[in-house]
């Protein structure tokens, strides 16, 4: 995530540094130099400027693909995948617990993550805590989905035993 220093880091859509709004900080560089989608990788965002903003979705898409795509089973495992979310866990070898499970919304750049252990709470309702407004209602009926297809941390671990067991991540070719 990127680095917020209150006082001095700034919302990089509308320039305040007021960080009682709500806000996200977007991790990595999803586009190259160049693109004008670049200067707001790494950076914080505000929840409520991401609503209006017209580049949100293609900028969210940067992300979801990155992440899809990863072929390094090391940063984690696709668990589940619908047109607009995905469902990931990760890091750990296979005899170990993972350390988070996570889901990507195709449409806000928001990565709403979870410790492994914590799954239970997670996905029934701690999603929502750092989240408002239109970013909260997107969250809430992606994880609605979520909930149907791994609503607890026994049923997750069976689709990443499931996952590591396939010979391609994700599993996305059957
Ligand atoms: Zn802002």
Not at 39 to 59: I, M, Q, T, V
Request: charged letters at 25%.
């Amino acid at each position: 995530m990127a680095i917020i220093i209150k006082g001095i880091t700034r919302c990089r859509i509308c320039g305040s540094g007021d960080l009682s709004l709500p806000y996200i900080g977007t991790s990595g560089m999803a586009f190259p130099k160049g693109d004008e989608l670049h200067p707001y990788c790494d950076a914080l965002l505000h929840l409520d400027c991401l609503a209006r903003w017209p580049h949100r979705e293609r900028f969210s898409r940067g992300y979801f693909d990155r992440r899809r795509d990863d072929p390094d089973r090391s940063n984690g495992v696709l668990l589940a995948e619908r047109r607009t979310w995905l469902l990931r866990c990760g890091p750990a070898s296979p005899d170990a617990e993972p350390y988070f499970a996570e889901v990507l919304l195709i449409d806000w750049p928001m990565r709403l993550y979870s410790r492994w252990a914590q799954w239970d709470d997670y996905v029934a309702q701690g999603y929502g805590q750092r989240l408002s407004g239109e970013a909260l209602m997107a969250a809430g009926q992606v994880m609605s989905e979520v909930r149907q297809v791994a609503p607890t941390l026994e049923v997750l671990g069976a689709l990443r035993q499931q996952a590591l067991t396939q010979p391609s991540p994700g599993g996305s070719e059957r």
